[in-house]
């Protein structure tokens, strides 16, 4: 229940609902989208990524001077937890075709795709367990232009403005022109798509779309793909060995200068593990672990940003590195769900973020860099927040709206998980709003690929949100999940060619220690060790007890990852 | 509406009302983790819990929001002769609660190409045969932290109805704990991901509209239109995204 002080609020919001409710009958904008000069100044007035400490230039790598999100150049510019010279590579413990480190859906797509097309053989190492990933978690949607009214280059415009028209249009293209594809493949590997009567496929709106191209499963979008793409790899146990809880800490190179394989790291026996392969794919997903700026997130457990600094450290450039995404509606309210996700699907079946007053302030499907900025204008400069009990601030997104608007029972019918993360704190969201803010939600850059999800470096392919270029400086909601499936698919299908041709060298991790000379040159100083793995929320009297520890337990409990998580939340 | 899984709906304290509350005047509670005594938030969600007792989960957290299953809990309540059941990110401390994680569940998955299966019982029979062994005793539902009606959706498979596994068991998140309880030792999340595959490769309706725009994606009719954008300046796309239509 909302605390009695939100009543008068609360109050507010029912009474303008009506009004409200007529505008949203209507075909008209609900509220004036903004016009180009108008995006500008919000962000630049309001977005996290334009405050002051939000940038700061990188001193060591490939980007070396670039300005990059500061916990990014913290996390590059710190120490491998290897030495070269500790680990033996004459006799890999593992060989394979396809080293395939992220267990989400980049991930599965691959290692599926390269044993179709090419009978290629891979290991999947993943951190958690297969499918701990945000590839899990969508809820809202997957786009791909598939209704009549739409098309795949309607898409691609869609995207590039989303992204302010920085998108690599190769990327842009390939992902849009996959798109209707991907619908196919996944409908044929089972996965149960919403459809309409007639078995059109259900489409709906998300911010930034010109047109109705939202696919959905109910409001299990990701669970649904995600665990028929892991079923399918389940069925191919000869072909596809699957490690959980062994995640890559560093990458391993050959002579020429090419990716071959990686070095795992056991996290239930502590041993390290060299897998020597003809191509590498990083599918890691994002950093929304790092807390960036404080922020809560909506990302899983272990979106800790590895695969960018395991990359960088091999001489990867990095893209876009400098844009954080921050979803619109993040839970403001309950305190015990902060940051949750609160599906994009919701303002496109007609929900509204509204101020104390009850008011719309901002058109609801804006793309969600403008979103979200307008979200924190609107508490910050023009004090329309509501304040939650534990002083976090938030505004309304009225969805009871939903079901005056397609009927009652829709909400039950197609947000059923939104349904349930707030019964549960007794607000059903058929007959109260939700208290919002926006929440940590996506790296919008990383290592830079091409259409073949290529790196700098032979032999090292990226696809999901680990990739950097795709999405510009902004992806617009239902673009990541049709991402890992477009890029996933790719990078099996060019990875898995590759491996085919490539003849290894000598294997090396020289590059380890030329990284650590270049930080020494620098002069960073640093306790830092990365990848980080796992975040730390144990209470401050605790980490400080753990600190005693020392460094030889499991990295996420270390002095290092505290540091950092305390650093960053402000904690 | 959705129904949630009796023990799991609970209100906030009033004294969440009181504001600006600092972490100190928090009040605590005393629970059992693992059969070990901890003071911990009386608001805290079970994974809150663990983590606020310093633990660092490892196997037993993983989306953290009630999607991915990860984080199974059994637990008892003073008193109460019962095992309760719940995802540890989305339920809610009580006092006196003793509980325990459940790092994984063994079950065994069947293999199989999905091609080769057909969309009625013969699949159940041949893959989870084990599904008939339901005495219908419903401990399944009452395990459910999601509110599903498993027994019902084992029933259903019984019958060879695939389309009714799909739809009582589509926000299953596999957390096991159905499994774990079921006397009959049936794997009902993995049945269910079957059914589910089966529907959609077999019983869904076919999309006409989506058989015409992959095949015009293949003989590329959209190549004109790419060629056409992808080389067009930042000003000439901003001009022609700010003036485009919306459905």
């Known amino acids: 229940m909302y605390p009695d002080y939100m009543a008068e609020s609360l109050r507010k919001v029912a009474q303008t609902r009506p009004a409200r409710l007529e505008l949203a009958r209507k075909p008209d904008p609900v509220y004036p989208p903004m016009s180009a000069e108008e995006r500008r100044a919000v962000l630049e007035g309001f977005h996290p990524d334009f405050e002051a400490s939000a940038r700061r230039p990188v001193r060591v790598g490939p980007n070396r001077d670039e300005s990059l999100t500061t916990e990014v150049a913290d996390l590059l510019e710190s120490h491998s937890w290897l030495r070269s010279e500790q680990v033996d590579l004459r006799k890999p413990d593992f060989e394979t075709d396809l080293l395939i480190i992220g267990g989400g859906g980049a991930g599965c797509n691959a290692a599926l795709v390269a044993m179709k097309e090419h009978g290629m053989r891979s290991i999947i190492a993943t951190k958690l367990r297969m499918g701990d990933a945000n590839s899990m978690m969508s809820q809202g949607g997957m786009q791909a232009a598939v209704s009549r009214t739409d098309s795949p280059t309607r898409h691609y415009l869609d995207a590039i403005g989303g992204g302010h028209f920085e998108n690599k249009p190769e990327l842009v293209r390939a992902l849009t022109e996959d798109g209707p594809g991907v619908v196919k493949w996944l409908e044929d590997l089972g996965v149960c798509w919403d459809k309409q009567q007639d078995g059109a496929l259900k489409v709906m709106h998300g911010g930034g779309t010109s047109r109705k191209r939202m696919l959905s499963c109910r409001d299990y979008t990701g669970a649904m793909i995600m665990r028929t793409l892991m079923d399918e790899v389940r069925n191919h146990p000869d072909m596809i060995a699957v490690k959980d809880f062994m995640p890559a800490v560093e990458l391993i190179m050959d002579d020429k200068g090419r990716c071959a394989g990686a070095v795992l790291y056991s996290l239930d026996s502590e041993e390290f593990f060299t897998v020597k392969a003809k191509s590498t794919v990083i599918a890691t997903g994002g950093y929304g672990r790092l807390h960036i700026r404080g922020y809560d997130t909506t990302n899983h457990y272990g979106a800790t940003g590895d695969g960018l600094v395991m990359a960088y450290r091999a001489g990867a450039k990095l893209m876009y590195m400098d844009s954080v995404q921050y979803h619109p509606t993040g839970v403001s309210f309950p305190e015990q769900i902060a940051g949750f996700l609160v599906t994009e699907a919701i303002r496109g079946a007609g929900g509204q973020p509204l101020n104390k007053d009850g008011e719309l302030f901002v058109y609801p499907r804006e793309p969600r860099d403008i979103e979200a900025a307008a979200i924190i204008r609107e508490c910050a400069q023009n004090g329309g927040g509501v304040t939650t009990p534990s002083g976090r601030v938030g505004v309304w997104l009225d969805s009871p709206l939903i079901d005056m608007l397609h009927g009652e029972g829709y909400t039950d019918k197609h947000f059923p998980a939104m349904y349930r993360q707030f019964i549960q704190y007794g607000i059903d969201i058929t007959k109260l709003p939700m208290l919002i803010y926006p929440s940590l939600h996506y790296q919008n850059g990383g290592i830079e690929i091409n259409e073949k999800c290529e790196t700098d470096i032979p032999g090292l392919y990226v696809a999901g949100e680990a990739s950097g270029g795709l999405h510009g400086r902004n992806r617009l909601m239902g673009n990541s999940v049709l991402d890992y499936n477009v890029f996933g698919r790719r990078a099996g299908r060019y990875a898995g060619e590759y491996a085919k041709k490539v003849k290894l060298g000598k294997l090396s991790l020289a590059h380890l220690d030329a990284y650590e000379k270049e930080l020494k040159d620098a002069g960073v100083k640093t306790d830092l060790v990365t990848p980080v793995l796992l975040p730390s929320y144990a209470p401050e009297d605790v980490k400080k007890r753990q600190l005693l520890r020392g460094n030889n337990t499991l990295p996420g409990s270390t002095v290092l990852q505290n540091r950092l998580h305390e650093e960053r939340s402000g904690a | ?247």
């Open chain 2, 1 to 247: 509406m959705t129904s949630v899984a009796a023990g799991v709906t609970r209100n906030l304290s009033i004294s969440q009302a009181d504001g600006g509350r600092s972490k100190s005047e928090q009040r605590l509670i005393p629970i059992s983790i693992m059969g070990k005594a901890y003071q911990v938030p009386a608001d805290a969600t079970i994974m809150g819990a663990i983590e606020y007792a310093g633990h660092q989960i490892v196997r037993g957290a993983g989306c953290r929001e009630g999607y991915c299953g990860a984080c199974a809990t059994l637990y008892r309540l003073p008193g109460d002769y019962k095992i309760h059941t719940g995802l540890a990110c989305m339920t809610m401390v009580e006092e006196g609660m003793t509980l325990a994680q459940i790092p994984y569940v063994p079950a065994e998955k069947s293999i199989y190409d999905i091609e080769e299966l057909k969309p009625n019982v013969s699949a159940i029979q041949q893959m989870y045969p084990s599904v008939f062994r339901c005495v219908a005793c419903n401990t399944c539902t009452k395990s459910c932290p999601q509110g599903l009606q498993v027994m019902d959706y084992v029933q259903a498979a019984k019958r060879g109805d695939i389309a009714a596994v799909m739809d009582l068991s589509f926000d299953c998140v596999v957390c096991g704990l159905c499994m774990l309880r079921c006397p009959a030792e049936i794997t009902q999340p993995l049945m269910g991901i079957m059914a589910k595959r089966l529907y959609g490769r077999y019983l869904r309706k076919d999309s006409p509209e989506l058989a015409e725009r992959v095949k015009a994606v293949e003989s590329g009719a959209y190549d004109a239109e790419y060629a056409k954008l992808m080389p067009m300046s930042r000003e000439a796309l901003s001009k022609l995204y700010y003036a485009r239509d919306s459905e």
